[in-house]
């Protein structure tokens, strides 16, 4: 596997954090341009390893490119033009040297589920939507960035993101069952839907195109999981290796388009192709708003900025973690709104990083972004000089491809460790993943979301409170159902690990209260805050009012290991000068202490 030498790499780094270092306008302007940094620093030695990554990673992204945009229910020419521009733009403005941007699976998914629900596939509403789709997220996007607001995909847990994924490959596959059986199928309310129409339909399979594709589809498998192994078992280099293994698609591609040309299967046999495309560059294009689909897309637009993003920068991430390098995940934000703006203008669709690429591009030994400039050259010279040959490229093959892709996509082993770690987010993960199969992608999504911060509160309501006392010659305070520990009959010490915010308020005053009652002997309650990051009003006004009915029953309320900032809080609040700072201990041991219980 080829690398940039570490030096390579440290010099260029050394030169970026210099760079960054430098105050005024144009260290500003470094840190939105990133390539402004690294095309000054750029070294001879790394254009080898772009420039091969570039031409493998360009050879690669023409029939996965095509295969998506007809998944988004465009033409395959606007899955070109949606990687050709976003390609040159992410090597300007994004910080990751290996991430490849352009349609991916589950955009492309989301973008397809909206199309069908608003215009005719492949049709020139369809592209207008795509069209304004890609303007309005990245617009989006760019507005996150730039306000720095990277954190809002948090919102997004990873049960959540595995149960869409997992979903999500169920409904991309079914949403090829048509082409490769070559039969028609009507729209459907749920995804599931598709298998009865299927069914219905099975006596008008095309079998020509059956066949092709079961066996596009075994080809690929064969070639990403059998044919690079053996290949390095007979002597070949492991990159060589990993190239060919990779060549799957283009095979195929190869294959079917030859196969149908010299044989006619598109007359002989009514194979369906993708016919013609125009030729040469992308089209400078306007999107025209229409306020009334731009309010039935909403939702979708919404998905597809978060779901592009979060693709997007976890991919980088994963990446750059490999070579000790870093990626802002905030300019990531731009650099992706800046790929879908460009997108827009030149006839394209919503776009996002994709893994599979862009694993391609590491391996092939990308040392920074030029490697996306040569990619985006191959995309051109192949619309420029090749598409007269797309005419005899079946829709069966691009199918075949998009499944062979996405049957890595679920994601048995997140549910496997929620199975063991958290039930609750297993619930999330399924309710995900149902909602996705019988609602709709987009619906399901949100469901998935609401889901996940219903079980957020429902586990936080419910905190974790115990009664703790001293571990024997030490300071140390722990629970008493685990550990031996040392306790005063006239002092109680709790713990409660949680937040004190509206829905733990209630815990809170009933286990204060429960604890004097069941102790007719108890003088002081020692709440140790050391897990409590943040006290609402909500819980603040609920812990003045429980101090109050402790007085009434002879029982001291103290507060121990009280977080500063949290602390600092309370006195804006007012609440240390009513309770009084000689009740604030700095831990545990010191309140146990002046209570005389050590």
Not at 110 to 129: D, E, F, H, K, V
């Amino acid at each position: 596997m080829a690398h940039t030498p570490a030096s390579h790499r440290d010099d260029a780094l050394t030169v970026e954090a210099r760079s960054d270092a430098q105050p005024g306008g144009w260290a500003r302007l470094r840190r939105y341009l990133p390539i402004l940094r690294w095309l000054p620093a750029y070294r001879r030695e790394h254009l080898p390893g772009d420039f091969i990554a570039g031409m493998v990673l360009g050879v690669m992204a023409v029939p996965q490119s095509m295969a998506y945009a007809l998944l988004a229910n465009l033409p395959p020419q606007v899955g070109l033009y949606a990687t050709l521009a976003p390609l040159l733009v992410y090597a300007v403005f994004g910080t990751s040297r290996t991430l490849s941007i352009g349609p991916v699976a589950l955009v492309s998914l989301l973008t397809g589920t909206m199309i069908a629900q608003l215009a005719p596939p492949q049709s020139a509403q369809a592209m207008q939507l795509a069209l304004l789709a890609a303007l309005v997220v990245g617009v989006a996007q760019v507005a996150l960035g730039a306000m720095r607001m990277g954190f809002v995909v948090n919102f997004l847990s990873h049960p959540v993101l595995s149960g869409f994924t997992s979903a999500a490959a169920v409904v991309i596959a079914l949403s090829q069952v048509k082409n490769l059986f070559g039969i028609e199928l009507p729209g459907s309310a749920s995804p599931l839907a598709d298998l009865g129409h299927v069914i219905a339909r099975l006596p008008e399979t095309n079998w020509v195109s059956l066949g092709m594709g079961v066996a596009a589809i075994v080809v690929i498998i064969f070639f990403h999981r059998r044919l690079g192994r053996a290949l390095v078992h007979l002597g070949v280099s492991e990159f060589v290796a990993a190239q060919v293994a990779r060549s799957g698609g283009l095979v195929v591609v190869l294959v079917g388009t030859l196969l149908t040309w010299l044989l006619r299967l598109d007359q002989t046999a009514q194979l369906r192709t993708v016919g013609h495309v125009p030729a040469g560059l992308p089209p400078f294009t306007m999107p025209v708003f229409d306020p009334s689909s731009l309010g039935a897309m909403a939702p979708a637009l919404v998905m597809l900025v978060v779901i592009g993003y979060v693709e997007s920068v976890s991919i980088a991430k994963s990446f750059a973690s490999r070579r000790r390098e870093k990626v802002d995940a905030d300019q990531e934000l731009i650099a992706l709104g800046m790929a879908d703006i460009a997108a827009s203008f030149t006839g394209g669709s919503p776009v996002s990083g994709s893994f599979s690429r862009s694993a391609v591009n590491f391996a092939s030994g990308a040392a920074t972004q030029l490697s996306s400039v040569f990619a985006a050259a191959v995309i051109a010279v192949a619309l420029i000089f090749f598409t007269p040959m797309f005419y005899f490229l079946p829709e069966t093959v691009l199918a075949a491809s998009i499944v062979a892709a996405v049957l890595n996509l679920p994601d048995f082993e997140t549910a496997r460790q929620a199975w063991r770690y958290s039930k609750a987010d297993l619930l999330t993960l399924v309710i995900t993943l149902v909602g996705v199969l019988f609602v709709g992608v987009e619906s399901g999504l949100l469901i998935g979301v609401a889901s996940s911060l219903a079980v957020h509160l429902w586990v936080t309501s419910r905190p974790h409170v115990t009664i703790i006392g001293r571990v024997e010659d030490t300071e140390t305070y722990k629970s008493v159902k685990r550990h031996k520990v040392k306790t005063c009959p006239h002092v109680t010490a709790l713990r409660i690990d949680e937040s004190l915010y509206f829905a733990t308020a209630k815990v809170l005053e009933d286990t204060l209260i429960g604890v004097a009652v069941d102790n007719p002997a108890l003088k002081y309650i020692v709440l140790d805050c050391s897990a409590v990051n943040r006290i609402d009003l909500s819980a603040l006004t609920t812990l003045e009012t429980v101090d109050n009915e402790l007085r009434t029953m002879g029982v001291t309320l103290v507060l121990s290991a009280v977080k500063g900032p949290i602390h600092d809080s309370l006195l804006r609040a007012g609440f240390v000068a009513r309770f009084g700072q000689d009740r604030i201990y700095l831990s545990t041991h010191e309140a146990m202490k002046a209570l005389e219980c050590t």
